[in-house]
């Protein structure tokens, strides 16, 4: 029994999509290229932070009573979190529906970053 749970310790760990977004992310912005491609990832990775703490933010001041979601529990908040987190990449990656930080973060620190 104690080597099948390491073998899904190692399995679970060797997806970091599963155990942390957030490594995830980092490797990914690593691997974009330039400096200038990783300043534009991380730009639009902070915006999506923000906007994901806003949704957060909003979603803690709406009535709870007869949700749609029906009774408030850990994985109902891990559900929601995961959807904010992916509404928020996918309005941070549209220009039609970004908010602006992550073109006002490249404009601003592209002068500091090599090509």
């Not at 990783?38 to 803690?60: N, P, R």
């Not at 891990?78 to 992550?102: C, D, M, W």
Request: hydrophobic share 30%; no cysteine; charged share 25%.
């Amino acid at each position: 029994m104690d080597n099948s749970i390491n073998a899904i310790s190692t399995n679970v760990l060797n997806n970091t999509g599963l155990v942390n977004n957030d490594q995830y992310n980092l490797n990914n912005i690593k691997g974009a290229g330039n400096q200038k491609a990783q300043l534009k990832k991380v730009g639009e990775e902070f915006e999506t932070m923000f906007l994901t703490k806003m949704m957060q933010t909003m979603d803690k001041t709406v009535d709870r009573e007869g949700g749609l979601l029906g009774q408030e529990s850990r994985y109902v908040d891990t559900f929601k979190n995961h959807v904010y987190q992916e509404v928020s990449r996918q309005l941070t990656k549209s220009p039609h529906t970004s908010i602006g930080i992550a073109s006002q973060i490249y404009k601003q620190m592209e002068r500091y970053v090599q090509d």
